[in-house]
């Protein structure tokens, strides 16, 4: 037999170049696991149905846990002039137990075959996904939980706008990351249905059986159209959708706490471990994490839309074209889990300077919007109140003196309605623990969400 499985109706030798050109062994190699799971589940399934022999069905097992270890120890030849993986495994499998092995391919395309190891292969990452998504949720928890009553400036615009718990701000990150989660979970109850048993396009002449095989493989029912079962490239672009959004949560948190570790803003301290220096100015530590992270956000986009523009207009059913599925699925899964394992660490090493952050909330009139609301609770329409306090600002930045340090007199001048309690309102704490309905920043507010939160882990 020639070397290439498909070579029968071939009367010259693939170019050397063409074959280097064509081939994917060089990154579907890290399908193996999963090639080799589907073929066990296909080989039983085909004794089953007496499409083969219980006895060759059981070496062809055989034979694959060989390779399955061959390949795991490092011993496995990958060759190149074998194109991809299937054909990889395949051929070592006739080489090991004799022709035999040739039958495993009975009732089977490559076509099926490559949907079914990359459902399979994604479905798994999922899964270390969710974890890694897990641990960081964990760790902006344990962070808010420790820093509970930390207030630092919340803004708009990146200007000063009101005091906020930072434990809220955290919190904020946490319900991102909790949709990004659900998405996942969403694609992951999507893809699972199996594709094999479609075929090259049109299904296949033998009695198959692949309600079993879904079952084995742990799928939760079969794909219902052959064409689209081998052209659906969905579950990856849904996949790379979901994770350019997560890295977009996350690209937004880096550039906080890159802004937040400057000397400018001092809010909080990187471990030094998850920093670097520079070669010339000694005094840097460079927050390299966070800024790596929100560069990498751009790659992820950049596979959602090679991911896309690569499906864009393909005719039914399997086209070349898809081979160039893996690497931005690939690139997109290694990044992204590498993003959130390195977060999850960092958000739990994270220094809170706490005293910088108040200094910071108690400027920019922060607490101007107290003063308005007051006035309103005094009878006075919102706009007028809106009106009252903008004059009052303008008037403590001529007289350089924020809200809390003027005097009753002074408040006085723009409304009569103001009284000496008006001090009360005006304190960091009383902004914050004002706002206490549900989702507000309030002690008792945030306090009720960490609660659901752990609560809600606890399920899990
Ligand atoms: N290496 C191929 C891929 O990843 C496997 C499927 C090949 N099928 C074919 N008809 N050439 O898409």
Partial sequence: MSEKPWAGRFTQPTDKFVEEFTASISFDQRLYRYDIQGSIAHARMLARQKIISDKDAERIVYGLNEILEEINAGKFKFSVALEDIHMNIEKRLIEQIGPVGGKLHTARSRNDQVALDIRLYLREELDSLADYLDALQGALLDQAEANIDVIMPGYTHLQTAQPVLFAHHLLAYHEMFLR????????????????????????????????????????????????????DRDFGLEFCGAASILMMHLSRL???????????????????????GSSIMPQKK???????????????????????????????????????????????????????????????QLQVRADNMRIAAARGF???????????????????????????????IENNKDIPELSLEEFQQFSPVIGADIFDFVTLEAS??????????????????????????GRN
Avoid at 215 to 228: W, Y
Avoid at 256 to 268: G, H, N, R, V
């Fill in 286 to 348: 460079n927050p390299d994490v966070p800024e790596l992270v929100r560069g990498k956000t751009g790659r992820v986009y950049g596979n959602l839309i090679s991911l896309l523009t690569l499906m864009k207009s393909l005719p039914l059913a399997y086209n070349k074209d898809m081979q160039e599925d893996k690497e931005p699925l690939f690139d997109t899964l290694d990044t992204v889990k590498g993003s959130l394992k390195i977060f999850a660490d960092m958000i739990a």
């Fill in 366 to 396: 922060s607490t101007a919007t107290d003063v308005a609301d007051y006035v309103v609770r005094k009878g006075i329409p919102f706009r007028e109140a809106h009106e009252i306090v903008g004059k009052t600002v303008r008037y403590c």
């Fill in 432 to 457: 914050v623990n004002s706002r206490k309905a549900t989702g507000g920043t309030a002690r008792e507010a945030v306090e009720r969400e960490i609660a659901r939160a752990r609560q809600a882990r």
């Fill in 180 to 231: 990004d989660a659900g998405r996942l979970r969403d694609l992951r109850r999507r893809m699972n249905v199996l594709p094999l048993g479609a075929g090259a396009l049109a299904g296949t002449t033998f009695p198959i059986d692949r309600e079993w095989v879904a079952e084995q493989l742990g799928f939760d029912g079969v794909t219902r159209n052959s064409l689209d079962s081998v052209s």
């Fill in 254 to 276: 880096s550039e906080e706490l890159i802004l937040w570790s400057s000397a400018d803003f001092s809010f909080i301290e990187l471990s030094d471990s998850f920093c670097t």
